[in-house]
């Protein structure tokens, strides 16, 4: 009787050891992914669902595998929805590791500075991976920089995002700009860093072609800015897509600064981070005048006849 007990517990004790070592096997044998495998687990999926998905990206080999391992590790209902990317050699542990991490691949959107508000609001819509509608907002409220999300966030997270990060660049360029600048208030320091941003691209520049705007409002002189008259003609709703003619130069509109002194009604573009700190701290130059270079920069001059030469050699670069 001994014996047979002994046998016994032998027997299951061997068996024992055999089902941990082939459970041990279907979750830790890897398969080899040939590339990287990005799967969306939809809001309010079941655990058969979720299953499901992972079958038919080839992430596991049996679905009732993965729902046992689930619900021994508490896994489900902890899964969050989202989109999620693995690859390499990917084991059944690792598939429950990704899913209780709650790690989700972020997909990444881009704003040039210097879009407009239609612009901005093109690119959200014209993006498929994000969802929703969302307020419009005008020009100045949103900081063009990357923003990172995951497949169908709401657009209208992406534009509050936006908005938040602009009102804190702005206050801390308020907060810390130079104490002699003649702005009344970060409004008006928006504005001009949104002329500033339209007027170069260059990053270095920009706090000399501030300083030229800076000179001008102190003396009291037209800004004479081209971008502003653009804005005049079409009030962001379209792309001009042909030159100035002279004629637009009269155009009897608030944003016409030949025609109106001082700063436009409102920003004419959504600015950079790196045009309001221009602004907030603008070069000390004797500037009054700049025209382009011919190389993707600008002449600086301190008098209208310099300037009138720096015209003449721009003209005869472009013939």
């Known amino acids: ?7 016994l ?5 061997g068996a024992a050891v055999f089902l941990f070592y082939y459970v041990q ?3 830790h044998t890897p398969l080899q992914l040939e590339n990287e495998v990005i799967f969306q687990i939809p809001t309010g999926s079941s655990l058969e669902k979720v299953a499901t998905i992972l079958e038919e990206n080839k992430l596991i080999e049996n679905r009732y595998y993965f729902i046992a391992l689930a ?3 508490r896994l489900y209902p902890q899964i969050k929805a989202g989109e999620y ?4 050699n990917v084991s059944l542990q690792n598939v429950v590791d990704l899913l209780a991490s709650g790690k989700l691949h972020w997909r990444k ?7 407009t508000s239609r612009e901005i609001s093109e690119l959200l819509y014209d993006n498929e991976l994000l969802d929703g509608d969302f307020t419009p907002f005008k020009e100045g409220d949103f900081l063009p920089e990357t923003y990172i999300f995951s497949r169908g966030e ?3 997270k992406i534009v509050n995002q936006g908005k938040d990060a602009l009102q804190k660049v702005l206050q801390k360029a308020w907060n810390e700009r130079d104490t002699d600048l003649p702005l009344k208030n970060k409004e008006e320091m928006l504005i001009l860093a949104s002329i500033v941003e339209k007027e170069t691209g260059i990053t270095g520049e920009r706090p000399q072609v501030a300083s030229v705007f800076i000179n001008r409002l102190r003396k009291g002189m037209l800004l004479q800015t081209d971008p502003t008259v653009i804005y005049a003609i079409t009030h962001g709703k379209y792309d001009l897509n042909r030159p100035l003619m002279r004629k637009d130069l009269e155009i009897d509109d608030q944003y016409n600064t030949y025609k109106y002194a001082g700063l436009p009604p409102t920003p004419i573009c959504n600015p950079g981070a790196a045009s309001i700190m221009a602004v907030a701290h603008p070069d000390k130059t004797p500037y009054l005048y700049f025209v382009a270079s011919g190389n993707g920069g600008h002449n ?3 008098s209208l006849s310099e300037h009138n030469a720096n015209v003449n050699k721009w003209r005869r670069l472009n013939k």
């Open 1 to 7: 009787m001994i014996k047979k007990l002994l046998l």
């Open 9 to 13: 517990l032998i027997i299951c004790g």
């Open 25 to 27: 096997k279907i979750i």
């Open 71 to 73: 619900k021994f590790t």
């Open 85 to 88: 990317m693995i690859s390499g």
């Open 109 to 115: 959107i881009t704003f040039a500075e210097g879009l």
């Open 154 to 156: 709401k657009r209208q």
């Open 300 to 302: 600086f001059a301190r």
